[in-house]
């Protein structure tokens, strides 16, 4: 049984799976990528109704310039329609939107649409859902870095850099998932990961939902998280 008192406070998701899935059923890889879109929705009612208070969706990493501008164009297309249609799914539901990476290689309609949708939940109290969009953990780094440069830091320590991270208004996530089954966490919050519990489920990202996440948060909570000690 789930237990609501052993919630993550901070799920991280990488959403893999969206082009095999499509793939597989003869499919182009953007309706995949459609799909997820719903798997998206499904998750944050869920996130909603477990109790998590923050989780973030890697949609776009500073990698993935490197597929096809088909693509990229409608990865962009799908988010733009997403974000300025007038039905918006984050006001809809009372669920305050933030971003983590770079939107200044994005078309500006798009930035404007994300923006928008920010300002228009910025006042919402309940789960935070975070885009990670044009984002790399290396490249995170490297701009946190070059901040404190900036800013002429002689001496750094581990929480100062953290404070310098794009994700400095949020806690470390407790629990990173990746769908699909492939065991690796591509250049995802590589520093804010330290001390994450991970977990691979098989399942491709566009039919993921309610019950896959309870199932993840139950393997969670069997986890004993020692951070480098013994209990």
Request: charged fraction near 30%; charge should be positive; glycine fraction near 8%.
């Amino acid at each position: 049984m789930l237990s609501f008192s052993k919630i993550p406070n901070h799920i991280g998701i990488i959403m893999d799976g969206n082009g095999r899935w499509a793939t597989k059923r003869g499919l182009p890889r953007n309706f995949g990528h459609k799909e997820g879109v719903k798997a998206i929705e499904r998750t944050i009612l869920a996130c909603q109704k477990f109790g998590i208070k923050y989780c973030t969706f890697f949609a776009f990493s500073t990698e993935n310039w490197k597929r096809s501008k088909e693509e990229i164009n409608g990865i962009f297309n799908l988010l733009r329609d997403y974000l300025a249609g007038g039905d918006n799914f984050f006001v809809k539901n009372k669920v305050k939107l933030k971003y983590i990476g770079v939107l200044s290689p994005f078309p500006q309609d798009l930035q404007d649409a994300l923006k928008d949708t920010i300002d228009k939940t910025k006042d919402f109290d309940g789960l935070v859902v975070v885009l990670a969009l044009n984002y790399g953990g290396r490249d995170d780094l490297v701009r946190a870095y070059n901040k404190l440069l900036k800013d002429k830091v002689e001496k750094v320590d581990e929480k100062m850099i953290l404070n310098y991270l794009d994700t400095s208004f949020m806690p470390e996530p407790d629990f990173v998932i990746r769908t699909s089954g492939e065991e690796r966490i591509s250049n995802f919050m590589l520093y804010q990961m330290a001390y994450s519990e991970l977990y691979f489920p098989k399942v491709y990202w566009p039919d993921f939902n309610e019950k896959h996440l309870k199932k993840c948060l139950k393997i969670y909570q069997k986890r004993n998280r020692r951070y480098g000690g013994i209990k």
